[in-house]
Nanobody, 124 residues
């Protein structure tokens, strides 16, 4: 049984920071690409960031470049999303995903496992 559990979400004021964590169990994800996606009410799930199996290749959505950084610690079977300079438009449920392949991808359909999400709310 593969589980991805996101944590670190919450309520933060605009300009603040949060670090999301995604802990995997039931599968060693050190050879898997990982991704972060987000979904606001009434909107489609949106790509945020992805990282390849070794962490040497990353991609970030234009909307978060320069503010968000994806990283991973394979020894802990965990991926992170550091979010700085948060804006109200960043408010969404953030989902962690893992694919059973090594290459980073922006396509949500390439991912095989998903967490339940963690709410991030950015207020003024």
């Amino acid at each position: 049984q593969v589980q991805l559990v996101e944590s670190g979400g919450g309520l933060v004021q605009a300009g603040g920071s949060l670090r999301l964590s995604c802990a995997a169990s039931g599968r060693t994800v050190s050879r898997d690409a990982m991704g972060w996606f987000r979904q606001a009410p009434g909107k489609e799930r949106e790509f945020v960031a992805t990282i390849n199996y070794g962490g040497g290749i990353t991609y970030h959505a234009d909307s978060v470049k320069g503010r968000f950084t994806i990283s991973r610690d394979n020894a802990k079977n965990t991926v992170y999303l550091q979010m700085n300079s948060l804006k109200p438009e960043d408010t969404a449920v953030y989902y962690c995903a893992a694919r059973t392949s090594a290459g980073a991808t922006m396509n949500r359909y390439d991912y095989n496992y998903w967490g339940q999400g963690t709410q991030v709310t950015v207020s003024s």
